[in-house]
Each structure stands twice: as structure tokens, then as C-alpha cells.
């Protein structure tokens, strides 16, 4: 080291390295900063992806529309949704309606982390939160059915309108079972898919149970 520290740096050596940002650089595609957006546009631009997932949901087919750019905006909107339209349903319960709010909630967002952590287990290529959005989005057709069921039995609960009921409510728990699975299939072997699907049939099968025992107070 000794004959290190005696040497001097010749001053024309110029300094290795870049600092400067050039001007005009920036590709068509590199620029996503939203720091400098309106807070309107950000607001319409999310708006109208989570109404692109909805349409998915409601004409399924298999796509990566959902696994691209997943959120959770649209299932926590739906899952509240659903909880608010089942809340004071109980046929039996004579209080104001409000853990069943809770546990509706729970239901769905705990169902639908058993059944990602079971597609991960068996050895499913998707992301834990992807499942969580593609599960929760495509509660939508329950939710529709809750609607609907909500609407016939302001008309009477009599013997037509639960066979009404049973078949609004039949159709969007095949239509959520089969969007479901139209956009989890590919993600998971082939020789499981069986046990990826069956856990999604009960999960969508006791939010249907739910809409259709629903007898408002």
C-alpha cells in the first residue's frame, strides 16, 4: 500500500459515471407516474377497470383479464353489498340484524382465503391475491341473485315466489361456479383441478344457501 499512497491521479482522467437525467428521453410506456394526476382521473380510470372486470365476470370465458390486473376495490364492494342486502334476514332471530353483517363478511373473505391457500398447497401457478380477486369479483352473480330475490319478496313469500327464488338463485350460483373456474383453471395442475374445484363449489354454495333462506324481518 505503500506505493498506492505515493501515486497521484492524473487530473484529465475523467470521472466514471452519469448523473445527468437526459431531457426528452422517456418511451411511450415508461412514464406511470400518477403523482401528478388529477384526483378525478384516477378515480374514473380505477372505476372503469373494476366495471371491465365485472363485464368478465358476467360473460366468462378463459382469460387472464383478472390475473393481469387484479385489485380488491370490487370484491370489498360486493361483499359489503351482499352483507348490507342479507343484514336483518334471519327468519328466527329477533335481534336488529347486526352480526349478520360480520358474518357474512367473514364467510366470504375467509372462504375465499381457505380456498387460495388450498390452490397454492396443490400447486397452483396463481398469486394469492389474484385468487382472492378473481373469487371475489366473481360473487357478482350472487349478488345479483340477493338483488333480485330482495325484489320478488316484496311481492309476497308465498310457494311462487321461493320456486322463483330456488331458480334465480340456482343460475348465478352455476354462472359465479363456472366464471371461477373458467379463470382458475389454467392455473392449476391438471391432475387436481378436481380438489381446486370442489372447495369453490362449497364456498359459492353456501353464499347461495344464505340468499335463499333470506326472509326479511
Known amino acids: 500500500f505503500a ?22 428521453a422517456h418511451g411511450p410506456d415508461e412514464d406511470h407516474s400518477t403523482l401528478d394526476e388529477p384526483v378525478r382521473d384516477t378515480i374514473m380510470r380505477d372505476l372503469k377497470a373494476v366495471g371491465k372486470k365485472f363485464v368478465h365476470v ?42 349478520q353483517f360480520a358474518e357474512v363478511f367473514v364467510i366470504i373473505w375467509f372462504g375465499a382465503v381457505v380456498i387460495t391457500l388450498n390452490s397454492k398447497l396443490l400447486g397452483g401457478t396463481i398469486s394469492f391475491f389474484q385468487s382472492l380477486c378473481v373469487l371475489g369479483y366473481c360473487v357478482l352473480p350472487l349478488t345479483v341473485a340477493m338483488l333480485v ?43 387436481r383441478k378436481a380438489l381446486v374445484v370442489y372447495p369453490i363449489f362449497l364456498f359459492y354454495f353456501v353464499i347461495s344457501w344464505m340468499i335463499l333462506t333470506f326472509t326479511p324481518q
Open 149 to 191: 330475490c330482495r325484489l320478488v319478496l316484496l311481492a309476497g313469500s308465498g310457494t311462487v315466489s321461493f320456486i322463483v327464488r330456488l331458480i334465480v338463485v340456482v343460475a348465478m350460483f352455476a354462472w359465479s361456479t363456472l366464471a371461477s373456474t373458467a379463470f382458475l383453471a389454467d392455473s392449476q395442475p391438471p391432475h
Open 58 to 99: 358476467m360473460y366468462p370465458k378463459k382469460s387472464s383479464a383478472l390475473l393481469r390486473d387484479w385489485d380488491l376495490w370490487g370484491p370489498l364492494v360486493l361483499c359489503v353489498s351482499l352483507a348490507l342486502m342479507l343484514q336483518g334476514g334471519s327468519a328466527d332471530s329477533k335481534e336488529d340484524g347486526g352480526p
Open 3 to 24: 506505493d498506492l499512497a505515493g501515486m497521484a491521479v492524473a487530473e484529465d482522467i475523467p470521472v466514471e459515471g452519469e448523473i445527468t437525467v437526459p431531457v426528452g
